[in-house]
Nanobody
Framework: QVRLVQSGGDLVQAGGSLRLHCAAS????????MGWYRQAPGKQRELVAR???????NYADNVQGRFTISRYNANNTLYLQMNSLKPEDTALYFC?????????????WGQGTQVTVFS
């Protein structure tokens, strides 16, 4: 019912920047919170940043001050601006969305996009 399509992952040198994009489409009444998560090899998926429907944001401590999450509600898009990238930011990044659909609220995930930071 809700499809999240991601783009923007790449290979970048440490200190560089990337911008991730996530577009939501499908049949839903509204989208509440949206977020970015990441999963490095051999590690659990972790929250990177989250933004509510009221634009309240929170960040993981290790990205605070370097990453910025934003959303454009008119076309249901989510962004993650990543600056001052470090090798430890290397991971598969996923967006998610809490959407109100017929039947209730559910959480949906994007397909993942690879970010690789080399020193």
């Amino acid at each position: 019912q809700v499809r999240l399509v991601q783009s923007g992952g790449d290979l970048v040198q440490a200190g560089g920047s990337l911008r991730l994009h996530c577009a939501a489409s499908g049949r839903f009444y509204s989208i509440n919170a949206m977020g970015w998560y990441r999963q490095a090899p051999g590690k659990q998926r972790e929250l990177v940043a989250r933004i509510t429907g009221s634009d309240i944001v929170n960040y993981a401590d290790n990205v605070q001050g370097r990453f910025t999450i934003s959303r454009y509600n008119a076309n249901n898009t989510l962004y993650l601006q990543m600056n001052s990238l470090k090798p430890e930011d290397t991971a598969l990044y996923f967006c998610n969305a809490e959407a109100i659909v017929l039947g209730g609220q559910f959480t949906y995930w994007g397909q993942g996009t690879q970010v690789t930071v080399f020193s």
